[in-house]
């Protein structure tokens, strides 16, 4: 039984996988210090279910503080790294903030993991460090030294990190970088959970452009799927894109959502925002080869189940 720090477990990603890794019989210690940016009340809900379970302990404390890191990482085998400000717009407003947390934050956790001798080190990446890169598939192997929003660049700054951290010391690392991540939990203000909750209401839903920008929306089972398998296989320094590799436009996808709840949107168009790129879309040939990693859950699945949930969550709550 290996004992695995897992931070920002709270969140949407996090509660997923400790529940995964709990399931395999492992010891987690989950981090979070349920930070106002979306009702912490909701992050407490996500891990209310673990929270009596054997193997399983929940700290609250901040990833920033390097004293609190380094007494928590003592005795532990492994740490997937989750916990960050996230969002693009958000970052533009506060980028000091997501400076703090995103980097010294990161830094805080690799010291510590340095010094705790830790055997593996995930970092959660972004499909944002690609930027408007005009080269699809995005490829682990391109150029990312143009983000185009202060999130994005915390990112790539945490990747740059981890290569240090590596280099220097030996610490075996892989950073993952996720592709809009969906599906039960999903933090509510991320554009499927906000389309549906709006459609669902009657509510007109805010659409940036003209609808041509796509994403590659990846089911939170295939994300932890391919976290689990980077965790078992950390070596050496690695890069791995997580997606579905099968961008869909943003038309096309409050579509599907109007199918899936069987409602019709309102839509309320708006100019394009500073720092969103234009498309995200996956090149997993990596994962796959080196991880097994095989996203199983087609879109129309995936939503299916996300309002399932969102209906059960909306008549407990």
């Known amino acids: 039984m290996a004992k695995i720090v897992v931070t920002g477990a709270a969140g949407f990603i996090g509660s997923h996988l400790c529940t995964a890794l709990l399931q395999r019989g492992e010891q987690v210690v989950g981090v979070d210090n349920f930070d106002a940016f979306y009702d912490p009340g909701v992050k407490r809900r996500n891990i209310t279910a673990l929270a009596g379970q054997r193997g399983f302990q929940l700290v609250e404390q901040d990833i920033v503080d390097a004293a609190a890191m380094g007494t928590l990482l003592s005795g532990a085998d492994a740490v997937v790294h989750l916990a960050a400000r996230a969002g693009v717009r958000p970052s533009i407003e506060q980028p000091l903030l997501y400076t703090q947390v995103n980097v010294a934050g990161t830094v805080s956790l690799l010291e510590a993991a340095r010094r705790a001798k830790v055997s593996r080190f995930i970092f959660a990446s972004s499909s944002s460090v690609y930027g408007n890169n005009p080269q699809v598939p995005f490829s682990e192997s391109d150029n990312v030294d ?82 689990i398998a980077a965790l078992d296989r950390c070596a050496g320094f690695n890069i791995y894109n997580l997606g579905e590799s099968r961008p869909i436009r943003l038309d096309e996808l409050i579509a599907a959502i109007e199918r899936a709840l069987g409602k ?36 129309v699945e995936g939503l299916a189940q996300f309002v399932e949930w969102y209906r059960g969550d909306q008549a407990k709550h």
Not at 273 to 294: F, M
């Open 146 to 227: 143009f983000p185009i929003s202060p999130y994005a660049a915390t990112k790539k700054a945490g990747e740059l990190l981890c290569h240090t951290y590596h280099h220097l010391y030996g610490l075996p690392i892989s950073c993952l970088r996720f592709f809009t991540v969906y599906g039960p939990r999903q933090r509510p203000d991320l554009a499927i959970h906000k389309f549906t909750r709006l459609i669902d209401a009657g509510q007109p839903i805010p659409v940036f452009g003209d609808g041509s920008m796509r994403r590659d929306h990846t089911y939170i089972d295939d994300i932890v799927q391919g976290t």
């Open 264 to 299: 019709s949107a309102k839509i309320e168009r708006l100019p394009l925002q500073p720092g969103d790129v234009e498309c995200t879309y996956a090149d997993v040939s990596k994962a796959q080869r080196e991880l097994g990693y095989e996203p199983r859950t087609e879109l």
